[in-house]
C-alpha cells in the first residue's frame, strides 16, 4: 500500500471516528442479541486487558465503554453504533480467564462469546487485545485456536504500550506475530496501543476502513 493510500485510510478513520457514537444493546444472552445490520468488529481478550478503554480511545469518548481496575467489568456484549451512514458497529466482550469469577460464570460467559463469534454473519473480525507486558498466554492460545477452528477472522492488538520501552515493545511485537504465523484465520499484523496516550488509534481506526471497504464492495 502506498504512503497516500493510507494517509487516505488514517482520515476516514478519522472522520468516522470523529462522529457521533453511542451505546444500542446490551445483550446477556444469545437469545437477546440486537437484529444484525451493517458490520461488527468485536474486542475481546482477557480481563482488565483494556477492551473498553481501547473503545473509548477510538471514539475519543471518556466514558462510552465502562472501565474498572477490578477485572470483569463488561459482564455483557455491548454494541456501539457510530454515525448513521458509517455502517461500523463495535462490539465490548466480556474478558475471559478471569479466575476470581465464580465458575459458572465464567461458563456462561464463555459460552456466550463462542456463540456469538461462530453465528454472526455481520461480525467481520475480531479485535484480540493482548497486554504488551504479557504478550500471549496459555488462555489467549487456547482462544485463537478456536477462532481458527471457527474461521473467525481476527487480529491482535497490543493494549497498554505506555507501560513497556520502546525496545522491549518492537520484541514483542516480533514475537506474537511469529508465534501468529501458526494460527491460520489470523492477520499476520501486529497493532500496538495505548488508551493512555493514543498511541496506535489512527492505524486501528484506518484498519476498520479498509475493512468496511472490502465488505461493502
Ligand atoms: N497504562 C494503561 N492502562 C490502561 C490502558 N488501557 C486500559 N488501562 C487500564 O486497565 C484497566 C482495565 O481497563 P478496562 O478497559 O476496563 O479493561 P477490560 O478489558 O474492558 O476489562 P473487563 O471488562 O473487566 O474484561 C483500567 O484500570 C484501565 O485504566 C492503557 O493503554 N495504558
Ligand atoms: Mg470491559
Redesign the pocket.
Known amino acids: 500500500m502506498t504512503d497516500t493510500t493510507d494517509a487516505e485510510l488514517i482520515e476516514a478513520g478519522r472522520k468516522l471516528f470523529a462522529g457521533d457514537w453511542r451505546f444500542i444493546w446490551a445483550a446477556p444472552s444469545i437469545e437477546t442479541l440486537p437484529p444484525m445490520q451493517g458490520i461488527e468488529v468485536a474486542f475481546a481478550?482477557?480481563?482488565?486487558?483494556?477492551?473498553?478503554?481501547?473503545i473509548?480511545?477510538l471514539t475519543g469518548r471518556n466514558a462510552l465503554?465502562?472501565?474498572?481496575?477490578?477485572?470483569?467489568?463488561?459482564q455483557e456484549l455491548i454494541f456501539f453504533e457510530g454515525p448513521k451512514d458509517g455502517g461500523l458497529r463495535l462490539v465490548?466482550m466480556?474478558?475471559y480467564g478471569?479466575a476470581a469469577a465464580p465458575k459458572t460464570k465464567v461458563a456462561s460467559w464463555t459460552s456466550l462469546i463462542h456463540k456469538f463469534l461462530q453465528g454472526r454473519a455481520s461480525l467481520a473480525r475480531v479485535y484480540v487485545?493482548i497486554d504488551a507486558r504479557h504478550g500471549l498466554k496459555d488462555v489467549d492460545t487456547e482462544i485463537l485456536k478456536t477462532f481458527d477452528k471457527a474461521a473467525v477472522s481476527y487480529q491482535v492488538v497490543l493494549?497498554?504500550?505506555?507501560?513497556v520501552k520502546k525496545t522491549e515493545l518492537e520484541a514483542i511485537v516480533a514475537a506474537t506475530a511469529a508465534a501468529l504465523s501458526k494460527h491460520p484465520a489470523a492477520f499476520p499484523e501486529v497493532l500496538a496501543?495505548?488508551?493512555?496516550?493514543g498511541a496506535g488509534m489512527p492505524e486501528l481506526r484506518a484498519a476498520m476502513i479498509r475493512l468496511l471497504r472490502e465488505r461493502n464492495r
Open positions: 481478550g482477557r480481563s482488565n486487558v483494556g477492551k473498553s478503554s481501547l473509548n480511545a465503554a465502562r472501565t474498572s481496575h477490578t477485572p470483569g467489568r463488561t465490548d466480556p474478558g478471569y487485545l493494549t497498554k504500550a505506555d507501560q496501543t495505548s488508551s493512555r496516550t
